[in-house]
């Protein structure tokens, strides 16, 4: 007999784990480990064995095989981004075609602007708002890729699976677009390339996360705090784009607070709406200077 927990905030076959994921049959907390995929979200495992046995005796390998192969305690989604950063670094390090793959994919203010503007011009540009988040798959050196996916796997297997991969990739998509909002609104004319912003809003997210389920935030507050202010001083300033990490670290909170209050499965269509509204509200921030 299991002894179920009772903490709605931590996993019920493991209390010691901490999740925002719930079985979609029974609606108790699982973490990544005990996540089974089906059609709609995840399960369980006991309303997994529920549903084997009562699924047509020809169908159970083709169960197996299916949950084996899609199983969620892996955060894939995590080592899909990094892989997709990695491929992007190798094509801007190829000779003779990396700087043009950069300069396509970097972000800079003038292209939030409408073609034929005054800005546009000035800078020789058009409207291109892509960039808002092609920008966040490129990086500038391997210290800079490294340091990135280094920090983005340490986190990545902290969050996918305590939020979902596709909730998580929501965030890191949302983060990066909100941090080219930072550099349109804090550094204009300047360029800029990396997931710093990105993974500013995945430390924007677990911080409204871990505070709403009563978990440690100190080291999360100082970590931050010291990233921001290595940006202003002028040994590091000159190279690290401050003004993306605040850009992506508001565009986290804001995902951590939709998360934290839509948690219940009746919610879900909310919660789905809500992230939908933030992701649109970071777009339009950085079209706002061809739209008005």
């Known amino acids: 007999m299991t002894d179920h927990n009772t903490d709605p905030s931590t996993c019920y076959r493991h209390p010691d784990r901490q999740s925002f994921v719930l079985c979609q049959r029974c609606g108790r907390t699982i973490c990544g480990e005990c996540q089974t995929p089906a059609p709609v979200g995840v399960i369980c495992p006991e309303c997994m064995r529920e549903a084997r046995a009562s699924a047509p005796r020809t169908r159970p390998e083709a169960v197996r095989r299916i949950g084996y192969l899609s199983r969620s305690g892996q955060p894939v989604m995590t080592y899909a981004l990094m892989a997709l950063c990695v491929f ?25 602007y409408a073609t034929g503007s005054a800005t546009a011009q000035a800078y020789g540009v058009s409207f291109e708002p892509w960039r808002l988040l092609t920008s966040v798959f490129a990086h500038a050196s391997i210290l800079h890729i490294g340091l990135n996916m280094y920090t983005l796997w340490i986190f990545g297997q902290i969050l996918e699976p305590m939020i979902g991969k596709w909730r998580y990739l929501t965030l890191f998509l949302i983060s990066g677009v909100a941090g080219s909002v930072g550099m349109l609104v804090l550094a204009p004319g300047h ?21 709403k389920l009563g978990g440690p935030i100190r080291q999360l507050v100082v970590l931050i705090v010291i990233n921001l202010v290595l940006g202003f001083i002028p040994l ?20 951590g607070l939709v998360l934290a209050e839509t948690r219940r499965i009746s919610q879900r269509p909310l919660q789905a709406v809500l992230l939908g509204v933030v992701g649109l509200a970071a777009v339009l921030a950085g079209v706002a200077p061809a739209l008005f």
């Open 88 to 112: 992007v670094f190798i094509l801007q390090s190829l000779p003779g075609l990396g700087s043009h793959i950069t300069s396509a994919l970097l972000y800079a203010s003038p292209y939030s």
């Open 191 to 211: 360029a800029a390339i990396g997931a710093s912003g990105a993974i500013f809003g995945m430390f924007g997210c677990l911080l409204i996360l871990q505070r």
């Open 236 to 255: 590091f300033g000159a190279t690290i784009a401050w003004q993306a990490h605040v850009g992506g670290l508001a565009g986290g909170l804001l995902v």
